[in-house]
């Protein structure tokens, strides 16, 4: 009696919290740290449909009719339709350089242009390829928060042009929306580029903005990639995860014609919102070989009915405008979720699939997403993965290798840094790379 009352009092102030305005809430402050005010839930059987009510007992019969369902309802119900491959696109050299990276890499910036019925739009990757590994090479992609300016230090990085998210300085009082020369290298610990080609994979990066701009408070769509479908085509408008994740695949297209690369071991991953996108590019896009989700918290790896931290109620009051509007119905109700994360994990099954966390990033619910993995190897032991995760796997400093699967939750806060690609580098290289006998 006293959990429910503890929990439906949550439910009141985060209903409270919504009808505020967004930038006068401390949302962080709403969240559940509890483990004992967790309410009961119980955790759909990834093995089954979710609408059929099907069993699967084999490998074919879950990718036959269990994973199509799931995919049908996570886009219909919670991050919305994944759009089409546009009518045209082309792949514009824009920069070249044998030379980069004082030597050790191929840098070549590229322009994605997109055209369908409804105009077009254009996006900036910066690639760069290992000089002296032997080709093809494995590749990495990954979203950035910040431009691609902001990845490396090299002055030859085209500043990028559109609006930009939370641009600021100790001397400026107020938030620009421009990309500056003096923040080239910024981001530069979150990629550690130079490492990446060091052991031997090219690396790939946008803009997330570039995609579908993640603007404070309004919707982005009318200057996203949604600009380029005729609206009736029933893509005119949409989500922004969705349109990420949709970028991502635009970014393996590109990656397809560069004779450097081997198209077979294509890894995506991301940081928070977009390590999120990354899990739910790989559930999407069986392309991609590999998917590395780093502290994607809520809506990415961590169970949602766990009520821990962010929630559905907290994500989606916040931001409107990152999913379906369907998903605002289980606001406050996310017990009542017909899907959860582990089932989207799941349909990564049998590629390769390695999710991190920070212990401190309670945000991200960091037992949620080990739970995540725990759930979703039930499907990956049907595609004959041996080594699972089990719950004693779950410690701060361990870093669990199975079959197909990879975690670690390490120290430290919310972040992407040197040593989650440490980890990242160890697992991609045991699992991409032949081994020596």
């Not at 949409?238 to 590109?254: K, L, Q, V």
């Not at 725990?374 to 004693?392: C, D, N, Q, R, T």
Request: aromatic share 14%.
């Amino acid at each position: 009696m006293k959990k429910t009352f503890c929990y439906l009092f949550f439910l009141t102030v985060c209903a409270l919290a919504f009808a505020a305005e967004p930038k006068k809430v401390n949302w962080s402050k709403l969240a559940n740290y509890d483990e004992s005010k967790i309410p009961e839930y119980t955790v759909p059987d990834a093995l089954v449909a979710p609408e059929s009510g099907f069993k699967a007992e084999t490998a074919i019969e879950w990718y036959t009719f269990v994973r199509p369902e799931i995919l049908k309802l996570m886009q219909r119900d919670q991050y919305g339709f994944m759009p089409p491959r546009p009518a045209k696109i082309n792949f514009e050299l824009r920069e070249e350089s044998d030379n980069a990276l004082g030597g050790k890499a191929i840098r070549r910036q590229i322009r994605i242009n997109l055209e369908d019925l409804g105009g077009k739009h254009h996006f900036d990757v910066l690639l760069y390829i290992p000089k002296k590994s032997p080709k093809p090479v494995p590749a990495i992609i990954g979203l950035n928060f910040g431009g691609n300016h902001t990845v490396t230090s090299e002055p030859e990085i085209f500043l990028c042009e559109k609006w930009m998210r939370n641009v600021s300085r100790p001397d400026m009082t107020s938030r620009l929306h421009k990309a500056f020369d003096w923040q080239r290298g910024k981001m530069a610990s979150r990629w550690p580029v130079d490492k990446i080609i060091e052991r031997g994979y090219a690396f790939a990066t946008v803009y997330y903005g570039d995609i579908y701009p993640d603007y404070e408070y309004e919707d982005g769509s009318p200057d996203s990639i949604y600009q380029i479908f005729s609206k009736d085509s029933g893509f005119s408008s949409g989500p922004a995860t969705i349109a990420w994740a949709w970028g991502n695949s635009r970014i393996f297209d590109c990656l397809e014609t560069q004779p450097e690369i081997d198209k077979r071991k294509v890894a995506v991953t991301g940081h928070s919102r977009l390590g999120r996108t990354a899990v739910l590019t790989g559930a999407l896009d069986t392309r991609f070989a590999a998917v590395l989700g780093n502290n994607a918290g809520e809506m990415g790896i961590a169970l949602s009915r766990r009520v821990y931290g962010e929630t559905v109620g907290l994500i989606t009051g916040q931001f409107p405008y990152w999913f379906s509007p369907n998903l605002n119905k289980y606001a406050g109700k996310e017990t009542e979720l017909p899907l959860d994360r582990h089932q989207l994990a799941a349909c990564i099954a049998p590629r390769l699939l390695y999710v991190a966390i920070a212990e401190g990033d309670k945000w991200g619910d960091p037992k949620g997403e080990f739970l995540g993995v725990y759930e979703a190897s039930k499907v990956y032991k049907l595609f004959g993965s041996k080594k699972i995760p089990a719950m004693e796997d779950f410690k701060v400093g361990k870093q669990f290798i199975g079959d197909g699967m990879g975690f670690h939750v390490r120290e430290g806060p919310h972040d992407m840094n040197h040593t989650d690609w440490g980890y990242y580098l160890d697992y991609l290289d045991a699992n991409f790379k032949p081994r020596t006998k």
